[in-house]
């Protein structure tokens, strides 16, 4: 029975896939919306994994799934089935790439009973809130330095492009050593000199924050570290503080 509920999710997923590529035809929407507007559970449960799992650019889907997730979260929760379902809701708000739903799920995150459908919203609510929220600190644009490579110069576009979640994955690489280039290391540092103690009780901005204060530990420059110096002793965010600390320990 479990193998037959696999294939079924894989031939409902791969019929949204072929029908949404060959383009915005409403047979796809409205598939969806049956499934979630659905008197079944299952099927409601069904269109939300779709929505998730797909790359669905409709508001008017995501607004059916942000109706059924305030609907039911203060529902009876000790259902582990409305449980999962709920959780499923968050799940595919995060990927809806409109800000207009982080009210929902803050609201969720806050005052549902369930501590599972709480946790769910919250992760959803970061990951949206990522993805929209633009960075408090936005570089001048600068042309990538002749001698970088084709990632650098990737990278060097994250740094730039003002959005939380790439100016993350750009702190990220810089951390690993994926990329080297100290132009890229300044412009992380500029970052998070500029941005530090601005939006401290915003989660994305504070962990965008933390990464880059790892780049900057990794960067193998000493010149960056009075900036980490001062984060350690002056950031308003006590996480920001700790990383800073970390990233001065290891930059020494």
């Given at each position: 029975?479990?193998?037959?509920s ?17 383009g ?63 959780s ?12 207009k739903y ?17 946790k769910?919203?919250?992760?959803a ?7 929209t ?49 100290p132009?890229?290391?300044d ?7 500029e ?16 990464w ?11 010149q ?8 350690a002793?002056?950031a308003?965010n ?15």
């Amino acid at each position: 029975m479990l193998k037959n509920s696999r294939l079924s999710f894989i031939f409902l997923t791969c019929l949204c896939l072929i029908i949404t590529a060959a383009g915005p035809l409403l047979a796809s929407e409205s598939y969806l919306v049956q499934l979630l507007d659905s008197g079944s559970r299952l099927d409601r449960v069904k269109g939300a994994k779709l929505v998730y799992h797909n790359k669905i650019q409709n508001d008017k889907i995501f607004d059916l799934v942000e109706k059924q997730l305030l609907n039911g979260y203060e529902k009876n929760n000790n259902n582990p089935e409305q449980v999962d379902e709920l959780s499923w809701y968050c799940k595919a708000l995060s990927t809806s790439g409109n800000a207009k739903y982080l009210e929902a799920l803050k609201t969720v995150g806050l005052h549902a009973p369930s501590d599972k459908v709480k946790k769910y919203a919250q992760q959803a609510y970061y990951t949206l809130e990522s993805k929209t929220v633009a960075s408090s600190v936005s570089l001048p644009p600068t042309a990538p330095p002749k001698d970088m490579s084709s990632e650098e110069k990737r990278v060097h576009k994250l740094l730039l492009s003002g959005r939380l979640n790439d100016i993350r994955e750009a702190a990220k690489l810089l951390s690993k050593r994926k990329v080297t280039h100290p132009f890229l290391y300044d412009m992380a540092a500029q970052i998070l000199s500029e941005g530090y103690n601005k939006k401290s009780h915003q989660h994305s901005h504070v962990d965008t924050m933390a990464w880059l204060c790892k780049a900057i530990g990794a960067s193998g420059d000493q010149q960056h570290l009075p900036l980490l110096d001062t984060i350690a002793q002056s950031a308003t965010n006590n996480k920001l503080k700790e990383y800073g600390r970390k990233a001065y320990l290891l930059l020494q």
